[in-house]
Nanobody, 125 residues
Framework: QVDLVESGGGSVQSGGSLRLSCAAS???????MGWFRQVPGEGREGVAA???????KYADSVKGRFTISQDNAKNTLDLQMNSLKPEDTGMYYC????????????????????WGQGTQVAVSS
């Protein structure tokens, strides 16, 4: 059974840091994985992703502040978030895709077929 479980969310003040982790089980070796976030009333937004090739892609809004990393031995996907801003608030989801995704589409939610339950991040000003 394929499963993704996120952890590490919480509440921090602006400028603080959080580290999200996604534990994957039953996943194939060849996959794209990413982090997405969503606020009430809006669609899911791609934050950062790692392609099967190892290339990473970040949303412009998080470049220089967030770092995505993957440990294939442990089947984990982490997102280190530094210099957090109130606009980073949202539910963060880990997602997986076994499709062959073009680099430019790595942050598009529609390419992902497996989603975790999400972990909440709240950044106060």
């Amino acid at each position: 059974q394929v499963d993704l479980v996120e952890s590490g969310g919480g509440s921090v003040q602006s400028g603080g840091s959080l580290r999200l982790s996604c534990a994957a089980s039953g996943v194939p070796d060849s996959k794209n994985m990413g982090w997405f976030r969503q606020v009430p009333g809006e669609g899911r937004e791609g934050v950062a992703a790692i392609a099967t090739s190892g290339r990473v892609k970040y949303a412009d809004s998080v470049k220089g502040r967030f770092t995505i990393s993957q440990d294939n031995a442990k089947n984990t996907l982490d997102l280190q978030m530094n210099s957090l801003k109130p606009e980073d608030t949202g539910m963060y989801y880990c997602a997986l895709s076994t499709y062959l995704l073009a680099y430019d589409t790595l942050l598009a939610p529609g390419g992902y077929t497996l989603w975790g339950q999400g972990t909440q991040v709240a950044v106060s000003s």
